[in-house]
């Protein structure tokens, strides 16, 4: 813990001891990287600066918010777990594990974080840095998975302090963000490293076993479908993947498809008309955990004048549509748009 404190890093959200913002960071932190999550964090703690702010938002707006950050399932739930503790808990963040855990979007995890670094709990914290650093000083082979788990708590059931809970787990994960690295770790500045079995053995590189995970590519399209100076989005459904985020419709090239005559096909089989091609306008890629997917975008016409969108789709402006939650892919489209001559 004296390393952790002579050399953390100054990040906003150790700065504060409030739960409902120490929950937010865990949360953001998982499948993110610290340098990615700062600048979204403090956005967001000026947006929504307390929990009741976050309960009575819309999602729209909570979604909106989260663009960018990815697994928007993580904002859901936030959002929807916001609104259950302001009923249920009088707008405070329970501090008993069993509760927090009756939560959605809370599991050992993130219970443990906030019990130990809110509110002091004895609890340890096993995120990805903290796993590789205690495989390495174990010397425990094999891939990362629940049974070392089970016996990475069982050993820091053993070792865990109950003063300064919250130093202990950040110090842990602070070592292995920035010491003992999945890749080059620097041993040499190790505060741990006369206890690491890796280290000793000269195994720190193949431990923990790396898994190997196969990336599918999807080649995809979408239709910008431009009327009067407004373009046709429309919503996702409320469940399955980016749910709930605008886009611009569109779908999956089947195999020995052309993209324009997927593009009509998609349009049709979506939104139920007929559209004229009129020329590509970006073709941007996006990376998902696992599988990829390549967009090509094209501007489109309508070809039934009257077509109005009905629910769940919308005519909107350059400057409205920016203020709708979207992905990632959509989000380049809408800047190859704005960018076009």
């Known amino acids: 813990m004296a390393w952790y404190r002579a050399r953390r890093r100054d990040l906003p959200w150790r700065r504060t001891r409030d739960p409902y913002l120490i929950w937010v960071s865990e949360v953001m932190l ?39 950050l990815g697994y928007y399932q993580r904002a859901r739930n936030l959002h ?20 927090l855990r009756r939560l959605p ?5 993130t219970a443990a974080a906030v019990l130990s670094l809110a509110y002091g709990r004895p609890r340890p914290v096993i995120d990805a840095n903290v796993r590789r650093v205690l495989m390495r000083v ?21 070792v865990f302090p109950n003063d300064a809970p919250g130093d202990f787990n950040q110090g842990l994960m602070e070592l292995g963000a920035l010491v003992c690295r999945s890749r080059n770790p620097q041993c040499l500045a190790c505060p741990v ?3 690491c079995r890796a280290a000793r053995e000269g ?23 431009e009327r009067r100076g407004r373009f046709l989005i429309q919503e996702r459904a409320e469940k399955g993947l980016l749910a709930g985020l605008w886009e611009f419709p569109g779908g999956k090239v089947e195999p020995g498809e052309s993209p324009r005559a997927a593009l009509r096909r998609e349009v049709r089989e979506e939104v139920g008309i007929e559209v004229r ?31 109005e969108p009905g629910p769940r789709r919308r005519w909107v402006t350059m400057n409205g549509i920016r203020r709708y939650p979207l992905p990632s892919g959509s989000v380049k489209i809408v800047e190859a748009l704005a960018g076009r001559d």
Do not use: N
């Open 203 to 225: 195994r720190q590189e193949v431990i923990p076993e790396p898994r190997r995970l196969r990336t599918e590519e999807i080649e995809a399209v979408v239709a910008v479908i």
């Open 138 to 158: 174990l010397g425990l082979d094999g891939p990362a998975g629940p049974r070392v788990d089970r016996d990475l708590r069982a050993y820091l059931d053993k």
């Open 105 to 109: 979007g809370f599991g050992p995890y």
């Open 277 to 307: 091609v009129l020329k590509r306008l970006a073709t941007v890629t996006h990376a998902y955990t696992r599988f990829r997917v390549r967009l090509h975008a094209y501007l489109c016409a309508l070809r039934d004048p009257g077509f």
């Open 30 to 68: 998982q499948q993110t990287t610290v340098p990615a999550v700062v600048p979204y964090f403090e956005r967001w703690a000026r947006v929504f600066p307390d929990l009741d702010s976050l309960a009575r938002a819309p999602l729209r707006r909570v979604l909106r918010e989260w663009q960018g």
């Open 80 to 99: 929807r777990a916001a609104g259950l503790v302001l009923r249920e808990h009088g707008g405070r963040v329970p501090d008993d594990e069993a509760a």
């Open 193 to 195: 490293r006369f206890a």
